[in-house]
């Protein structure tokens, strides 16, 4: 059965990884404070992806529920 915690962790993961590649995506088509506020939002959204990452890996090695050795593309280690 899968804890319903990591999904919701790993739903917030997948979302701030969202709203990263949109703010980077969009970056080519900006210039000027259009451009400086997109890079914030994009450099926001990315340290809000490492911790995202960091919170779903803390509760997978204390609950014990990741799916499987490998988990978001990275090796249990």
């Known amino acids: ?13 997948l979302e701030a990884t969202k709203a990263h590649n949109d703010a980077a995506r969009a970056m080519p088509d900006r210039a000027g404070e259009a451009l400086e506020r997109l ?11 490492e ?14 529920c990741a799916p499987n050795s490998v ?4 090796a249990n280690v």
Do not use: W
Not at 2 to 9: D, G, N, V
């Open 1 to 13: 059965m899968p804890c319903e915690e990591r999904e919701q962790l790993f739903e917030l993961l």
């Open 39 to 49: 890079t914030a939002l994009a450099e926001s959204a990315r340290k809000t992806c």
């Open 51 to 64: 911790d995202c990452y960091e919170v779903l890996r803390a509760h997978e090695r204390s609950h014990g």
């Open 71 to 74: 988990s978001l593309g990275r």
